[in-house]
């Protein structure tokens, strides 16, 4: 089992920057692929972006140029970089990470971003 805590959500001004962190933690695990995921109210949840073991990213076109992901292999831990947050980045965030075994993922509880205009 993979337990995962997110921290750094919070309520920021537009335009205003925020790092949200996950710490993976549990039993032995081969972590591939780290990713954060986003859902505003009414919304489906949405990829924001993804990393993986090698360094590969991923960006959704609504935040690229603004976000940045990056990861501490030997920490297990991902972050996520937001600046220049707009009203629509608003939404609850969440960690997730895929492992080797059996290519299971496993998500974070969230964290609230609140962005305001």
């Known amino acids: 089992q993979v337990q995962l805590v997110e921290s750094g959500g919070g309520l920021v001004q537009a335009g205003g920057s925020l790092r949200l962190s996950c710490a993976a933690s549990?039993?032995?695990?081969?972590?591939?692929?780290m990713a954060w995921y986003r859902q505003a109210p009414g919304k489906q949840r949405e990829l924001v972006a993804s990393m993986s073991r090698g360094g590969s990213t991923y960006y959704a076109d609504s935040v690229k140029g603004r976000f940045s992901i990056s990861r501490e292999n030997a920490k297990n831990t991902a972050y996520l970089q937001m600046n220049s947050l707009n009203f629509e980045d608003t939404a609850v965030y969440y960690c997730?990470?895929?492992?080797?075994?059996?290519?299971?993922?496993?998500w974070g509880q969230g964290t609230q971003v609140t962005v305001s205009s």
């Open positions: 997730n990470v895929r492992v080797a075994y059996l290519l299971q993922d496993y």
């Open positions: 549990g039993r032995p695990f081969n972590i591939l692929d």
